[in-house]
């Protein structure tokens, strides 16, 4: 069995009552915080926005990352995902 390696992610928005959505690629919510978002995640593409209907920034994740909010939102957007629900 493959061993799964997860990297830690660290996200700090400028103000410590501002929201970190945090998505993958597919558009699936993964975790959501306030002011700071610390996490270990395994290896992939993600999104982040700084609440509910601001713009995703692209995160890919290799290996362990920091942020801050500044630093992300000096960076390119990306779409923001639309979550698909599977279908019977």
């Given at each position: 069995?493959?061993i799964r390696?997860?990297?830690?992610?660290?996200?700090?928005?400028?103000?410590?009552?501002?929201?970190?959505?945090?998505?993958?690629?597919?558009?699936?919510l993964?975790?959501?915080?306030?002011?700071?978002?610390r996490?270990?995640?395994?290896?992939?593409?993600?999104?982040?926005?700084?609440?509910v209907?601001?713009p995703?920034?692209?995160?890919?994740l290799k290996?362990?990352?920091?942020f801050?909010?500044?630093?992300?939102?000096?960076?390119?957007?990306?779409?923001?995902?639309?979550?698909?629900?599977?279908?019977?």
């Open positions: 069995m493959p390696v997860y990297h830690e992610l660290e996200i700090k928005a400028r103000s410590p009552i501002q929201e970190i959505w945090l998505g993958d690629d597919w558009g699936h993964v975790q959501m915080e306030v002011g700071e978002l996490t270990s995640l395994l290896p992939g593409f993600y999104v982040v926005a700084f609440g209907k601001a995703t920034y692209p995160i890919h290996k362990a990352r920091r801050t909010q500044r630093q992300l939102q000096r960076g390119p957007t990306c779409p923001r995902s639309v979550a698909r629900l599977a279908s019977d």
